[in-house]
């Protein structure tokens, strides 16, 4: 069939709107009318050409929400008119890591999907003269139409808005997933986010819905104060506007240090101020945001010798066709909020126009609706 897609055409350039062909579902692979997908810094980044595994040409997007079309051979759990949301971290349930209850990370189709193909090691999508087009993260949800693997699919309830449970697909998931089911955070704690964009908002969701009794909320940017106050945050800090060393102020901000510390701005010397604002004996510091290639992170051993622990959360350690269903009902019970984080939307047509409400810092989440 022919769909409409923004094709990554190469680093640096912006997204080509275009009509593509894409091939239906093959054997475990599910056709997907996406109806809304969000825009999140992963699709610039690999836009960018920081990726260093980033391929072109490609359809990216990550976070979207839509319809089962059709089903390929052997498909048992899905149906036409199910409403899913793709999974970039897919959950088989028999894979060694699946069955490990220490990660989510599941392994079962992880070599193709970094390759930009189906699990059979070929593409689904190509130009309308034949040429192939990668998938990217095994979701490709700058399309009208996708086609994604069974067990990268999270069934939904049907009455949920395509429009903003899309954003469940990974920043709501990671923020609140991050609190919940990395850092295990209990009733009572204090909490430090560094970073309040649309990863570091939901962290403060997470904690507030965890019952922590002081979040304090750490950026660069004092305009992002308010909607930070709205999703839970207690204490706000600049640290632009802190005398001297930013660690000693928010471990006497926290009387001692936080128990739990939440890095959501990718900046590995954030990472080292988020580890060392940890309280002695027991903090734990869980890092989110993702470095750009070739960075490290550093701090003194006895950081650690002395009880913080330095943790990492991927898709907020959230297994999707488990996890993510239960995180739209929270939304739809009002236990978390999404609407004013949806700051912008947008036809397809213009997805460039959100690339560039994301540079200038204006937008927390803008979402194509198609
Ligand atoms: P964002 O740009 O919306 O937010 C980042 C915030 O950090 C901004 O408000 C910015 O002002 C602030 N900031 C930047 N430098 C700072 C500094 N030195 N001190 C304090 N604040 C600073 O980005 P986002 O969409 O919220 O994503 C945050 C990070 O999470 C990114 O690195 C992204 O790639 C990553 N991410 C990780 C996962 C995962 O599964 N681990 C999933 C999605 C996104
Ligand atoms: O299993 O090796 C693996 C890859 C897991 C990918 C996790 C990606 C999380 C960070 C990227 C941000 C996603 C939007
Ligand atoms: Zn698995």
Not at 39 to 50: K, N, Q, R, Y
Not at 169 to 185: L, P
Not at 251 to 264: E, I, Q, S
């Amino acid at each position: 069939m022919e769909v409409r897609a923004a094709v990554a055409v190469g680093a640096g350039k912006p997204l080509e709107v275009t009509t593509v062909r894409l091939e239906g579902p093959r054997a475990f692979e599910v056709l997907v009318e996406i109806k809304a997908t969000g825009i999140c810094h992963t699709d610039e980044f690999t836009l960018s050409g920081a990726d260093p595994e980033g391929l072109f040409p490609a359809i990216l997007g990550h976070e979207g929400a839509g319809v089962v079309v059709e089903v390929g051979p052997g498909v048992t759990t899905l149906k036409p008119g199910d409403h899913v949301i793709p999974l970039y971290t897919p959950e088989c349930r028999t894979c060694e890591y699946c069955l490990n209850p220490k990660t989510n990370l599941c392994q079962s189709i992880r070599a193709t999907q970094g390759q930009g193909l189906m699990p059979d090691g070929s593409s689904r999508f190509s130009t309308l003269d034949g040429d192939p087009i990668l998938h990217y993260m095994g979701t490709s949800t700058f399309s009208n139409y996708t086609v994604v693997p069974e067990i990268a699919l999270a069934k939904i309830r049907p009455d949920a808005p395509f429009d903003k449970v899309c954003y469940i697909g990974c920043g709501v998931t990671t923020g609140i997933g991050a609190v919940i089911n990395t850092a295990k955070v209990e009733i009572g704690s204090r909490a430090i986010v560094f970073g309040l964009g649309g990863i570091g908002l939901n962290v403060l969701q997470g904690l507030r819905l965890a019952g922590a009794d002081q979040i304090v909320g750490v950026d660069l940017n004092p305009e992002k104060k308010e909607m930070a106050e709205r999703f839970g945050m207690t204490d706000f800090v600049n640290p632009s506007e802190v005398d001297g060393d930013l660690v000693p102020y928010l471990v006497n901000l926290t009387k001692g240090g936080a128990d739990y510390t939440f890095d959501a701005t990718g900046n590995v010397n954030v990472m080292r101020t988020a580890l060392e604002s940890a309280h002695k004996g027991w903090g734990e510091s869980i890092i989110i945001g993702v470095a750009p290639a070739g960075a490290e992170i550093s701090t003194r051993p006895f950081q650690l010798v002395t009880g913080r622990v330095w943790k990492g959360t991927a898709f907020g350690g959230a297994r999707g066709r488990t996890d993510v269903p239960k995180i739209v009902d929270w939304y739809m019970d009002g236990k978390i909020e999404i609407d004013p984080m949806i700051t912008h939307t947008m036809p397809l047509e213009d997805i460039n126009k959100g690339f560039d409400l994301m540079h200038s810092g204006e937008s927390i989440r803008s979402v194509v609706v198609y």
